[in-house]
C-alpha cells in the first residue's frame, strides 16, 4: 500500500462523521495523506479522537475533533457552523457513523430500529442538510455516504441496519440529482465483512469467510482508498460502489 503524501485534496476541507475508530479513522487518514486539512467527527471516545487527530497534524495538515450526536438535527448545525469558523467551510462530506443494535424483526425493541435508523440515516440527512448550502455557494462539493451490501441484499437479524443503509442508497441517489446541477458529487460506498470493532469475531468465522472469493475480510484501509477516489472524482455522481471480495456476486 502507497505511504507517501499525495497533494490532491490540498486545502480541502474534510468532515468525517464516526471519524475517530474503524473505516472512519482510516478514511481520515487517508485524505489527510492526500492533503485534505480533516474535521473528526465523534460521539464517544475523546481520547481516540484524539489520537487520529495527531495522526493527521503528523501528516501536515490541520485537524480538529469535534463531539456531536449525528441523529440531532440543531447540534449537527451547530458543529458544521463551528468547523467553518475553524477550519473552513467544508468541501467534503463522508457519511460513515453507524451503530448496530442487532436482533430478529419479531423481536427487536421499537428503540433499537429507531436508534439505528436515526443514527445511520437521519445522521446522514442531517450533516447533508447543513453542509449542502456551503457547497452550493462554492458550485463544488463531495458527498460520500458509507452504505453496506447489508442495504443491497439485506441481512437476518439486521432488519434496521439493513433498513438504514439501504436508506442511505435512495437518499444518496435523490440528492446526485437535486444537486448535480451545482457541480456537486454524491456517491455510495457498500463494504462487506471489514476488520472493525464492529464486526467483532465475524472476520475470523470461516462460514462467514467461505462466501468471500477473495477468502478474506476488508482492511478500514482499503475502503478509505476508495473514499479517497469519490473525493478526487468529478465526474461520478449516484452510484453506489461495492467493495466486498466478490461476497454478493
Given at each position: 500500500?502507497?505511504?507517501?503524501?499525495?497533494?490532491?485534496?490540498?486545502?480541502?476541507?474534510?468532515?468525517?462523521?464516526?471519524?475517530?475508530?474503524?473505516i472512519g479513522a482510516a478514511?481520515?487518514?487517508?485524505?489527510?495523506?492526500?492533503?485534505?486539512?480533516?474535521?473528526?467527527?465523534?460521539?464517544?471516545?475523546?481520547?481516540?479522537?484524539?489520537?487520529?487527530?495527531?495522526?493527521?497534524?503528523?501528516?501536515?495538515?490541520?485537524?480538529?475533533?469535534?463531539?456531536?450526536?449525528?441523529?440531532n438535527f440543531g447540534e449537527?448545525?451547530?458543529?458544521?457552523?463551528?468547523?467553518?469558523?475553524?477550519?473552513?467551510?467544508?468541501?467534503?462530506?463522508?457519511?460513515?457513523?453507524?451503530?448496530?443494535?442487532?436482533?430478529?424483526?419479531?423481536?427487536?425493541?421499537?428503540?433499537?430500529?429507531?436508534?439505528?435508523?436515526?443514527v445511520n440515516l437521519g445522521?446522514?440527512?442531517?450533516?447533508?442538510?447543513?453542509?449542502?448550502?456551503?457547497?452550493?455557494?462554492?458550485?463544488?462539493?463531495?458527498?460520500?455516504?458509507?452504505?453496506?451490501?447489508?442495504?443491497?441484499?439485506?441481512?437476518?437479524?439486521?432488519?434496521?441496519?439493513?433498513?438504514?443503509?439501504?436508506?442511505?442508497?435512495?437518499?444518496?441517489?435523490?440528492?446526485?440529482?437535486?444537486?448535480?446541477?451545482?457541480?456537486?458529487?454524491?456517491?455510495?460506498?457498500?463494504?462487506?465483512?471489514?476488520?472493525?470493532?464492529?464486526?467483532?469475531?465475524?472476520?475470523?468465522?470461516?462460514?462467514?469467510?467461505?462466501?468471500?472469493?477473495?477468502?478474506?475480510?476488508?482492511?478500514?484501509?482499503?475502503?478509505?482508498?476508495?473514499?479517497?477516489?469519490?473525493?478526487?472524482?468529478?465526474?461520478?455522481?449516484?452510484?453506489?460502489?461495492?467493495?466486498?471480495?466478490?461476497?454478493?456476486?
Open positions: 500500500m502507497f505511504t507517501g503524501v499525495f497533494t490532491m485534496l490540498k486545502n480541502k476541507i474534510c468532515l468525517v462523521t464516526g471519524g475517530s475508530r474503524g478514511i481520515c487518514e487517508e485524505l489527510a495523506r492526500r492533503g485534505a486539512d480533516i474535521a473528526i467527527i465523534y460521539c464517544g471516545s475523546a481520547g481516540k479522537a484524539e489520537e487520529i487527530r495527531q495522526k493527521c497534524l503528523n501528516l501536515g495538515v490541520r485537524a480538529q475533533a469535534y463531539k456531536c450526536d449525528v441523529k449537527c448545525g451547530e458543529t458544521v457552523k463551528k468547523i467553518a469558523e475553524e477550519l473552513g467551510s467544508p468541501d467534503i462530506l463522508v457519511n460513515n457513523a453507524g451503530i448496530t443494535r442487532d436482533g430478529l424483526v419479531m423481536s427487536m425493541k421499537e428503540e433499537d430500529f429507531n436508534d439505528v435508523i436515526g445522521g446522514a440527512f442531517n450533516m447533508i442538510r447543513h453542509c449542502s448550502r456551503g457547497f452550493i455557494r462554492k458550485k463544488s462539493g463531495k458527498i460520500i455516504n458509507i452504505s453496506s451490501v447489508a442495504g443491497i441484499d439485506g441481512n437476518r437479524g439486521q432488519a434496521n441496519y439493513a433498513a438504514s443503509k439501504a436508506g442511505i442508497i435512495g437518499l444518496t441517489k435523490s440528492v446526485a440529482k437535486e444537486l448535480g446541477s451545482r457541480g456537486i458529487c454524491c456517491n455510495a460506498i457498500a463494504p462487506g465483512l471489514i476488520e472493525t470493532d464492529m464486526t467483532g469475531g465475524m472476520t475470523e468465522n470461516e462460514e462467514v469467510l467461505a462466501h468471500i472469493p477473495l477468502a478474506r475480510p476488508g482492511k478500514p484501509e482499503e475502503v478509505a482508498m476508495l473514499a479517497a477516489f469519490l473525493a478526487e472524482s468529478d465526474y461520478i455522481t449516484g452510484e453506489v460502489i461495492r467493495i466486498d471480495g466478490g461476497m454478493t456476486l
